[in-house]
């Protein structure tokens, strides 16, 4: 699934890519993902030229003087800019063609992925949205202070988008073991030295991914279609059995909340 490093990686290819280039023609070669995508879009977005794109947690915004493109990737979704000519490959579902004869194309196989739209830059997804963790907001006291009636694990905690956006499981996983916190530990639990700790371990865990383009779990392309495979050392996630690389003690994998959670008994209290 893509997380925030893979969309901030693809923010950072499309600014290169589309900003400022003209959309010549729109087409929805199917009318849903998640939700309908909107079919005035086709005229809408025609003649339009990209001013901006910004990323919310993990939403895409493509900003046009008529309003901004909101798309998520879900599950399974990738973007790639091709020449326009480039046949269609299954699963491409969405295709903005620019007059440079670039085409962008939104590729998600399981469909949990989104294309809207919003004429003044508000929506109801966005609009609860918690900070970003790269964000000032996102300071040694933020976590202290939100977590002091969650009687939630600091797992689920840390990974709800009201609080904090853009922490999925894996980033969870591994900041939680770089800061030592054992992630069954109920969130009010946790003493303020060491939520500055984990702020400042999600920070550089996610920066570092950023840097390095994204954690490439499975077939992540960077968006200028070459194959981008990157990968980062994970410290414990899917490394079941393996050993830790602090103590040499072997990662344990449990479920919280339906979701595989990795850490290591030793070092995660
Ligand atoms: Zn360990």
Same mark, same amino acid.
């Given at each position: 699934?893509?997380?925030?490093? %893979?969309?901030?990686?693809? =923010?950072?290819?499309?600014? #290169?890519? +589309?900003?400022?280039? #003209? ?29 901006? +794109? ?8 493509? &900003? ?9 990737? /879900? ?19 969405? &295709? $903005? #063609? ?16 989104? #294309?809207?739209?919003?004429?003044? *830059? ?7 949205? /918690?900070?970003?963790?790269? /964000? &000032?907001?996102?300071?040694?006291? !933020?976590? !202290? ?8 694990? +600091? ?15 894996? !980033? ?11 992630? &069954? ?5 946790? *003493?303020?030295? !060491?939520?500055?700790?984990?702020? =400042?371990?999600?920070? %550089?865990? $996610? ?32 490394? =079941? ?23 290591? =008994?030793?070092?995660?209290?």
């Amino acid at each position: 699934m893509p997380e925030l490093p %893979e969309v901030e990686t693809i =923010k950072l290819g499309l600014e #290169v890519l +589309i900003v400022n280039q #003209v959309v010549e023609r729109i087409y929805l070669h199917r009318a849903n993902l998640r939700w309908d995508i909107p079919k005035h879009l086709v005229t809408t977005l025609a003649n339009q030229s990209v001013n901006k +794109i910004r990323r919310r947690g993990k939403y895409l915004l493509i &900003e046009f003087d008529v309003g901004t493109l909101i798309i998520h990737l /879900g599950m399974s979704g990738s973007i790639k800019v091709l020449d326009s000519n480039t046949s269609l490959k299954k699963h491409d579902h969405f &295709e $903005l #063609v620019f007059a440079n004869k670039k085409s962008m194309r939104l590729n998600d196989p399981r469909r949990f992925g989104a #294309v809207l739209f919003s004429k003044d *830059n508000t929506h109801p997804l966005l609009d609860n949205l /918690g900070i970003e963790p790269l /964000g &000032e907001l996102f300071d040694n006291e !933020y976590l !202290y202070t939100k977590s002091r009636k969650k009687q939630q694990n +600091i797992k689920a905690f840390i990974m709800d988008s009201k609080i904090i956006v853009g922490i999925g499981n894996i !980033y969870a996983c591994e900041s939680l073991h770089k800061a030592g916190i054992h992630p &069954e530990r109920k969130a009010v639990s946790i *003493n303020k030295k !060491y939520y500055a700790t984990l702020t =400042k371990c999600i920070k %550089e865990i $996610l920066s570092r991914s950023i840097a390095a383009g994204g954690t490439t779990l499975q077939d992540f392309s960077a968006v200028d279609g070459k194959p981008g495979y990157f990968s980062q050392t994970l410290l414990v996630y899917g490394r =079941k059995n393996e050993k830790c690389t602090q103590c040499g003690c072997k990662i344990v994998c449990i479920t919280q909340s339906q979701r595989s959670t990795f850490y290591c =008994k030793h070092c995660q209290q």
